[in-house]
């Protein structure tokens, strides 16, 4: 059997052994009580981690981009508009979901390794009017984060409803959909609650229920929230069969985060990453992502002189660490590195030194042990 690797991508993240252990329960009957109850806490556990009082939480079968699909199909009308604000990758992927359904879209576009300012947003909206904005909180190609909060200070003095694409942060960066009045919250499992692969996570707000229900026929099936509702009010109920194991280890993955506390899993985030950052800075690595928009859920790290990216991350591969390389126009350039979800602090450790280990093998010059020192200092010995 192959050696486990610690996955450091930007998702799927490490999973726990308490989720892997839920995951092999016995598959219930979906309709059974056991699953009843779990699928019930999952989605109060869910609506606590966006703090969310009201609205609907749903999970679906898929993942997130499915989730992207339905906030946008249950939302957004033919004679409307929406309004992507991209930073990258994912943006680019809601305007590429806006024509599959002949939906009008325009995107706000940055640079890479910035987010769009809340000034572009205000002045948008001053000039046409939207539905519904989306925003993508962490964009995993460019590692930029963006300010979903002050987006939703500009949103405050208009009609459209909120989405935010939160796969690469919710669970990790707050998003506060009551007090920020976001409108939709929408992710996967397997990034920051680091469960497997294989579901869809929203919860809309009562605003957001209200658009689907006022609009008459929405050109999906499986997608339609009014098809889900009556199941996650009441999952004895059938629609289609939800994915019962998988549903059981997401439940778990909501028990890990609640447990941590939802605060303090956000400080943990964020001090992760500033280690993370600190050893590889002192490595002599620097970051595509400008200053301001650094995200706490991964990093996109731009190589020294002297490292190159296949051998490096062949190498580190082959150390244990799994990270993933650039897309797009930083391809070769850089690798990216996740560290969100349930990775703890001695798996970071381990990264740190496999990582000097890497650098090493590869005949890179450096002060063996400092990366690592760099990072205690922020984590604490
Ligand atoms: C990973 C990711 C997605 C896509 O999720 P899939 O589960 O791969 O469909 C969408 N948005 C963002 C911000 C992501 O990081």
């Not at 992927?93 to 890479?112: H, K, P, T, V, Y």
């Not at 469960?195 to 339609?224: T, W």
């Not at 997401?250 to 280690?275: D, M, P, Q």
Request: glycine share 8%.
């Amino acid at each position: 059997m192959q050696k486990e690797k610690l996955l450091m991508i930007p998702g799927p993240s490490p999973v726990h052994p308490r989720i892997i252990n839920s995951l092999a329960l016995p598959t219930v009957s979906h309709v059974s009580p056991v699953l009843v109850e779990e699928l019930k806490e999952a989605l109060a556990n869910l609506k606590k981690v966006v703090f969310c009082e009201k609205g609907e939480p749903f999970i679906v079968a898929g993942a997130g981009t499915l989730a992207m699909e339905m906030a946008i199909l249950n939302t957004v009308e033919k004679k409307e508009s929406f309004l992507v604000l991209s930073q990258g990758f994912f943006g680019k992927r809601m305007g590429q979901i806006a024509q599959s359904f002949d939906l009008n879209c325009d995107i706000i576009e940055c640079e890479w390794g910035k987010a769009v300012l809340p000034e572009e947003l205000e002045k948008k909206l001053s000039e046409k009017d939207y539905a519904v904005v989306t925003a993508t909180h962490v964009d995993t190609c460019t590692g930029a984060c963006a300010p979903v909060r002050d987006y939703a200070e500009v949103l405050k003095k208009h009609d459209a409803l909120y989405i935010i694409d939160g796969v690469c942060a919710t669970g990790g960066i707050e998003e506060r959909m009551d007090d920020w009045g976001v409108d939709v919250v929408l992710t996967a499992a397997q990034k920051c609650f680091g469960a497997p692969p294989g579901l869809s996570i929203f919860v809309l707000s009562e605003k957001a229920m209200e658009k689907r229900r006022s609009m008459e026929r929405i050109p999906a099936y499986y997608s339609d929230v009014l098809r889900w509702l009556p199941i996650m009010k009441d999952p004895s109920r059938y629609f289609s069969t939800p994915c019962v194991n998988e549903i059981r280890a997401f439940y778990e993955s909501t028990k890990i985060v609640l447990e941590e506390g939802i605060e303090k899993r956000f400080l943990r985030h964020a001090r992760v990453a500033k280690a993370i950052r600190a050893a590889l800075a002192e490595l002599g690595f620097s970051f595509f992502t400008q200053e301001p928009f650094l995200a706490d859920t991964l990093s996109v790290v731009k190589y020294p002189e002297g490292v190159e990216d296949k051998s490096f991350r062949s190498t580190y591969y082959e150390n244990g660490i799994v990270v993933a390389g650039g897309l797009g126009e930083t391809a070769g350039k850089v690798f990216r590195m996740g560290h969100m979800g349930n990775l703890s602090e001695s798996q970071v450790n381990f990264a740190l030194d496999t990582l000097e280990r890497t650098l090493s093998t590869l005949g890179y010059k450096f002060e063996a042990g400092s990366g690592l020192q760099a990072a205690k200092a922020i984590l604490g010995e």
